[in-house]
């Protein structure tokens, strides 16, 4: 039962993987790509990580201010996630990731160094081909690495690996700086709002995902209570009797805006905030009943503030 249930996983995740995939494939030449600082990406996404990885990886950051791209902040998140969860997975026993990034001529150079497993000349020939993975079944897919080359290209550049087995891996990415960068005419709101113990349902297929948002939501003084099916979250709503709901938007099998209907026939007045690995919230198509209960979207990965700021307008304190 337990290997079934393992390649039952891998196939749903990969389900899950194919489907991003296909929506940034499809979404590729509506991509805006706006002025975005490379530092204030990685910083975000190593302050969500170093949440949830394991402490017996050191994580050193070395990252230059003003690395001023043409962008998109939810892709390069996820680029960075994805290298980030590879070093941690070359690391079972413990190691040092770097993250460095700095400018090197009309370049911005963000370099990803871990001191893992490594992999030999044959596993880095193949490294970036979709559907190619070393990892056992249930641990991946291969895609992490093909969709993070794609992300990369279609911010005109590139990305290297260099790597040795017992050497560890290092990922070197190029990206084309802004020559005259426009002038930020307003600070990001930085204020943190707490919660007052609030009972806050999560539901994301995606377990680095529903652990990184959990943690934050915790540590905001919420009362985060975590499911990785949708199905999981209709049966257990009336027990759970959840103040907001934080609901992935795709998932395998019944995806978010399925869930949020059947929630629905259970609270017609719920709440709920929609999260996706994207920065537009496309909620067109949807029907009245839908959009009501939707209070809120957020982008994956998020920060402390973005997450405390739009939780608090969902509950309406």
């Given at each position: 039962e337990e290997v079934s249930r393992s390649i039952y996983d891998s196939v749903e995740?990969?389900?899950?993987?194919?489907?991003?995939?296909?929506?940034?494939?499809?979404?590729?030449?509506?991509?805006?790509?706006?002025?975005?600082?490379?530092?204030?990406?990685?910083?975000?996404?190593?302050?969500?990580?170093?949440?949830?990885?394991?402490?017996?990886?050191?994580?050193?950051?070395?990252v230059e201010k003003n690395l001023i791209i043409k962008g998109n902040h939810a892709l390069l998140s996820q680029v960075f996630t994805n290298l980030f969860t590879n070093a941690r997975d070359a690391m079972p026993n413990g190691g040092r990731l770097h993250i460095e990034a700095k400018k090197e001529g009309d370049m911005a150079v963000a370099v990803v160094a871990d001191t893992g497993c490594g992999m030999d000349e044959e596993i880095l020939g193949k490294i970036f081909d979709p559907f190619v993975t070393f990892k056992e079944v249930g641990k991946g897919t291969g895609l992490g690495l093909s969709s993070t080359h794609g992300i990369i290209q279609q911010h005109k550049g590139s990305i290297s690996?260099?790597?040795?087995?017992?050497?560890?891996?290092?990922?070197?990415?190029h990206l084309p700086l802004v020559k005259f960068p426009k002038e930020q005419t307003a600070k990001v709101e930085r204020e943190i709002i707490p919660g007052k113990g609030e009972k806050v349902l999560i539901v994301d297929d995606e377990p680095f995902a529903l652990n990184a948002i959990s943690n934050l939501a915790a540590s905001l003084g919420y009362k985060p209570i975590s499911v990785n099916r949708s199905v999981e979250a209709v049966t257990n709503y009336e027990q759970v009797a959840p103040d907001l709901v934080i609901m992935d938007r795709v998932m395998p099998g019944m995806d978010g805006i399925a869930c949020i209907k059947e929630i629905i026939k259970v609270d017609p007045k719920a709440r709920i905030v929609i999260v996706s690995g994207y920065d537009e919230a496309d909620l067109n198509g949807l029907d009245e009943t839908v959009k009501r209960v939707i209070k809120g979207y957020l982008t994956k990965p998020c920060t402390l503030a973005e997450l405390s700021r739009t939780l608090s307008r969902a509950l309406g304190t």
């Amino acid at each position: 039962e337990e290997v079934s249930r393992s390649i039952y996983d891998s196939v749903e995740k990969g389900v899950d993987l194919i489907n991003n995939l296909l929506r940034f494939s499809q979404k590729g030449e509506q991509i805006q790509l706006v002025d975005v600082d490379l530092s204030d990406v990685l910083t975000k996404t190593v302050e969500i990580i170093a949440r949830v990885f394991n402490k017996n990886i050191e994580i050193v950051v070395d990252v230059e201010k003003n690395l001023i791209i043409k962008g998109n902040h939810a892709l390069l998140s996820q680029v960075f996630t994805n290298l980030f969860t590879n070093a941690r997975d070359a690391m079972p026993n413990g190691g040092r990731l770097h993250i460095e990034a700095k400018k090197e001529g009309d370049m911005a150079v963000a370099v990803v160094a871990d001191t893992g497993c490594g992999m030999d000349e044959e596993i880095l020939g193949k490294i970036f081909d979709p559907f190619v993975t070393f990892k056992e079944v249930g641990k991946g897919t291969g895609l992490g690495l093909s969709s993070t080359h794609g992300i990369i290209q279609q911010h005109k550049g590139s990305i290297s690996v260099w790597s040795k087995p017992g050497l560890g891996t290092t990922f070197k990415i190029h990206l084309p700086l802004v020559k005259f960068p426009k002038e930020q005419t307003a600070k990001v709101e930085r204020e943190i709002i707490p919660g007052k113990g609030e009972k806050v349902l999560i539901v994301d297929d995606e377990p680095f995902a529903l652990n990184a948002i959990s943690n934050l939501a915790a540590s905001l003084g919420y009362k985060p209570i975590s499911v990785n099916r949708s199905v999981e979250a209709v049966t257990n709503y009336e027990q759970v009797a959840p103040d907001l709901v934080i609901m992935d938007r795709v998932m395998p099998g019944m995806d978010g805006i399925a869930c949020i209907k059947e929630i629905i026939k259970v609270d017609p007045k719920a709440r709920i905030v929609i999260v996706s690995g994207y920065d537009e919230a496309d909620l067109n198509g949807l029907d009245e009943t839908v959009k009501r209960v939707i209070k809120g979207y957020l982008t994956k990965p998020c920060t402390l503030a973005e997450l405390s700021r739009t939780l608090s307008r969902a509950l309406g304190t």
